[in-house]
Every structure is written in C-alpha cells, then in structure tokens.
C-alpha cells in the first residue's frame, strides 16, 4: 500500500510493478482533484521506498531566465564609469560588479542568463563572454550578451529596461521557460533566487518584487511598495529627492488593514511570469519604456496579483562613489554583516585569470586585500584593496584606499625603450616615497614619485578632471590611465 502523505490522507492503489516515481493515468485522476490549498510538493510514503518529492512545477534550470542589465546612461560612479558601465567595475581586487549578480544565479541553479547591454559596454561585453561560458557550459547553460541594436522596425536604440525586453522578447522566448527574472548588474548581494521563485509560484502571482524589509537612510530609487496583510502590492509609486511622492504611482482596488501593512523599498528585482511579460509590454503599454515607473504601477492599476518578497540580508545598490568606497572597505572587516567572498556554499566566480603570485618585497601589510599578480615593494598598506598587477614602489605609504591595479605589464616596454631609466615617463603603478589616504585609485593610473593624494584641504566635492582626478564625498578619485606628475600635492 503507498500513502500520500498530505492533510487529508488518501489512499492510491497503484498498478502492479509500477514504480513509485511512474504514477499512472488513473493516480494522476486523483491528483488532479486534491484541493488548491495543498503543499506545491507532494511525498510519497512507503515502507520500501525513501521518500521522493513529486514536483508540481519545472525545475528552475529548465523553467526561469535571467535577464541582466549592465547600467542605464546616467551612473552615479562617474568618473568610474567614463569608459566602462556600472557591472563592469573592478571590486575587491578580482572581481566586476557584475559577477555577484551572475553568481547568484548560477549559484540558485538559473542556468539561462540574458545581459542586455547598451553604454559603455564594450568592457562588460567583453568580461561576460569571456568569464562565464566555460562555467555554465557543463550545465547546458549560457550566459548571452544581447547587445542594443537599430533594425528595419527601430531605429533608436534601447529606451529603457521595458523597451529593451520588448524588442529582444523574440530572443528571449526562445527557450520554453515560465518566468523571467530581471536584475541590475551593479548591486553587491547574495540573494537564493529559488526562495523567490517558490515563494511567487506558491503566492500563484503574476508579478514578485523584491523589496528591503527595512527603510534606509537614502532610498534605492527603484520606488516603494505598499504591502497589505496578504503580502499583495497595493500601491506603488516612485520618490524623488525634492517632490515627498511623485505623480507616477499605481493603485490596486484591494481594500487594506493600515495597521498592518507596510511600505518598502524596492530592491529593482522582478520575477515576472512569461505570459504576463508579453502581454503588458505588447498589448497593454507597448510604448512603455520603463517597468519601475510604467509597467509595475499599470499592472497593480488594472488588477494583476503583485506580491512583495522581502529580503533582509546585506544589500549595496552603489548609488555613489562613497557607496562604492565603503563597499570595497566592508570586504576587509570581519563581520557577518558585509558581503562575503570566501562562502564556500555560494562562491563569486569571475574570469580565470593565468596571472603570476603576487610578489612581495618586504613591505608591511595590515587588514587588506591584495590581488593576483601584483609587484609590492618595501612600502606600508595599511586597510587597501590592491588590484590585480598593481606595482607599488619603495617608501609608497598607503591607508584606507581602493587600488584597482592594471590591465597589463609595462616594465618590459619602459626598459626597452629606454625612458625609464631617462626619468621622462611615469609607469604605471604607484611611484616611490607616495603616500595615498582614502582614494580610489583607477585602473591603469601613473602616479609618480613623492606625490601626496591624501585631500590635504579636507575637500568634499571638487572637479579636476583635466588634472586627472575628481573628489566626490571627501574621497579622491584618480581617473583611469591619468598620471599625477612627481611631486604632486592633491
């Protein structure tokens, strides 16, 4: 006899010889008419057999595409961003911005992965194709690029994340998949994207939006939810910095308790299912260029179920260079708290990378983080995030700085040519005797000898960028490939 285990036992006789996990037909019949309330996995009891699930959804690999978004034109990393997108920053001396996001989804079994790129993407492209085909590759998965093109029916480029997924929902439909799964690619998180999907599959919702479980001191900017007791979006509407709430909002005609409800940032996640995708951006808004401030407030407007998913773990949407900053320096505490890039459960992967040991030359180095291939002489660091081929020269006094390193070797180059030993060109790297105090120091950068960067006139906003460097938030930022002349005071 095998028993369905479920609240309200029910006995199956199934055919001879018939494998627990083979129902036939007529046990299908009877489960075809338990009753809605029941759990989406069912188990199967025997005194023979273990116990299996009966899944009564797809399983996420074959079911749920990502689609990830490098940036949109206006970042608020500038001058980080002046030749590359937001995903595409070095962070934590190995790794893109990007990578967290790519990591939670291969590390939540989402095997199906979209990147829909438009500015500045050549770096980013180039990361993503590189980095994540060999991994996904095992698992008949793939992480594509999907680049903004102009065709015979658009001639502008992408307007927004909605009209992007518009005009690459051919490439997009392509696989059988149920629910599309839109992020940002610049936000540092781990996040167990199957928790999400069980949770919008159970709610049977048309939309889930991830939302922070607690109010911040300066909001995302991706809106904020209104959630009644149900956990249902009932409203949501975007904030601005001088208007308390904007014009653009959406209101559901479910009544509310306001006692218990609440009003939370949105995280800018979405899982959103397949048909419901289609049908807002064709029919319903197919002029709609953004979901936060169009297609979310029409869908909760004409009575689609919009649930909330709240999520309380460690969050940065990098919405500043001092984000960014603080970021990077939360990778060196030892905390619980921070993002962690040593969990052996969930890993970050990247591209591998055939780069030499780092040599160091003895120099003294404190709570920092220093990453492959780099060339560390005797200097002082104390509280730095070293990037990869990072050269530091004798006496150079580091503190509390992001340091992203270079994209190639130059000594060869330098003493071939002669020019180093002349003293007439700078190599990259940090130059001898330099001392450098809470900066961010940009890929490629010449900073020569004797220079100090160290914001000598406590500044907190300035714009030197033809010299080279800016200051946003009291922290200076050397501008990638930009050299700082001997003896420089910044």
């Known amino acids: 006899m095998v028993t369905l285990q479920l609240s309200c036992p029910i006995i199956v006789k199934p055919q001879a010889k018939l494998p627990i996990l083979g129902l036939a037909r007529n046990q299908q019949k009877h489960l075809s008419k338990l009753p809605s309330s029941f759990p989406a996995s069912l188990y199967i009891c025997s005194s023979q057999e273990p116990h299996y699930p009966i899944p009564l959804f797809p399983p996420v690999d074959q079911s749920v595409a990502a689609v990830v978004f490098g940036d949109g034109s206006e970042s608020r990393l500038y001058p980080l961003t002046k030749r ?34 438009q500015f500045n993407s050549t770096s980013l492209n180039l990361h993503l194709s590189r980095a994540f085909s060999g991994i996904l ?92 007791p149900a956990n249902q979006v009932i409203e949501f509407s975007m904030k601005s910095e001088r208007e308390k709430i904007t014009s653009i909002s959406g209101k559901s005609s479910r009544k509310s308790d306001s006692v218990a409800s609440g009003n939370f940032p949105s995280m800018g996640i979405y899982l959103i299912n397949r048909d419901t ?9 197919p002029e709609a260029t953004d979901l936060g401030s169009e297609v979310i407030p029409a869908a909760i407007s004409i009575g689609m179920k919009v649930e909330a998913y709240l999520f309380d773990g460690y969050w940065e949407d990098m919405r500043s260079i001092g984000a960014f900053y603080h970021a990077n320096m939360e990778c060196i505490k030892r905390s619980n708290m921070t993002y962690n890039f040593y969990d052996r459960d969930c890993p970050v992967y990247t591209m591998p990378r055939c780069l030499p040991p780092t040599m160091i030359r003895e120099a003294v180095i404190r709570d920092s983080v220093v990453g492959d291939g780099c060339i560390i002489n005797r200097c002082k660091i104390k509280g730095t995030i070293i990037g990869m081929r990072t050269r530091i020269g004798d006496g150079a006094v580091i503190e509390d700085s992001v340091i992203m390193g270079a994209d190639f070797y130059q000594g060869e180059d330098i003493q071939s040519s002669g020019k180093c030993i002349n003293h007439k060109a700078i190599p990259v790297g940090i130059g001898e005797d330099t001392q450098i105090k809470k900066a961010v120091i940009d890929k490629n950068a010449r900073i020569g000898k004797n220079v100090l960067i160290i914001n000598k006139d406590g500044v907190q906003e300035g714009d030197r960028e033809a010299n080279g460097y800016i200051i946003s938030e009291g922290i200076v930022v050397i501008l990638h490939g930009a050299e700082i002349a001997d003896g420089s005071i910044i």
């Open 137 to 228: 590759r095992g698992k008949d998965g793939f992480v594509e690029v999907i680049a903004a093109y102009q065709s015979l029916e658009d001639q502008d480029w992408f307007q927004g994340n909605a009209d992007a997924i518009r005009r690459c929902l051919w490439v997009l439909e392509e696989y059988s998949v149920t629910e599309f799964l839109i992020l940002p690619g610049h936000h540092l998180y781990k996040m167990d994207y199957q928790r999400l999907i069980e949770a919008h599959r159970n709610n049977k919702a048309d939309i889930t939006i991830v939302a922070l479980n607690a109010i911040r001191d300066k909001h995302p900017g991706f809106g904020f939810l209104r959630v009644n």
């Open 84 to 117: 590359r997108s937001e995903g595409a920053i070095p962070l934590a001396a190995n790794y893109r911005l990007v990578d967290a996001v790519i990591s939670n989804c291969i590390n939540s079994n989402i095997n199906k992965i979209y990147a829909l790129t």
């Open 277 to 285: 995708m289609s049908r807002l951006l064709k029919e319903y808004l």
